[in-house]
């Protein structure tokens, strides 16, 4: 049974930092291409990051780049994404996926971005 199941989301000041992590199980995540993906209530989903099955290649969308940093730990099966210089426009419910056939989604977790 694939799981994904994200943790580490939070509420934050504006310019604090969040790390949320994504745990995977029931499939071989080492050969998967990840993604994060964000969703704020009543609007679209709005891809954020990615990365290869070996890390090799990192893509971000515009509105992150130069401020959140994706990364995996095959060995772990673990992919976090580090999350800095945060934005109130930043705040969504995160989701890591899995790029497979069909994509697999976790649960979510929230990042509300507030003073």
């Known amino acids: 049974q694939v799981q994904l199941v994200e943790s580490g989301g939070g509420l934050v000041q504006p310019g604090g930092s969040l790390r949320l992590s994504c745990a995977a199980s029931?499939?071989?995540?080492?050969?998967?291409?990840m993604s994060w993906v964000r969703q704020v209530p009543g609007k679209g989903l709005e891809w954020v990051s990615a990365i290869t099955f070996d890390g090799a290649i990192l893509s971000y969308g515009d509105s992150v780049k130069g401020r959140f940093t994706i990364s995996r730990d095959n060995a772990k099966n673990t992919l976090a994404l580090q999350m800095n210089s945060l934005k109130p426009e930043d705040t969504a419910v995160y989701y890591c996926?899995?790029?497979?056939?069909?994509?697999?989604w976790g649960q979510g977790t929230q990042v509300t971005v507030s003073s």
């Open positions: 996926a899995a790029l497979r056939s069909p994509t697999q």
């Open positions: 029931g499939f071989t995540f080492s050969t998967y291409t």
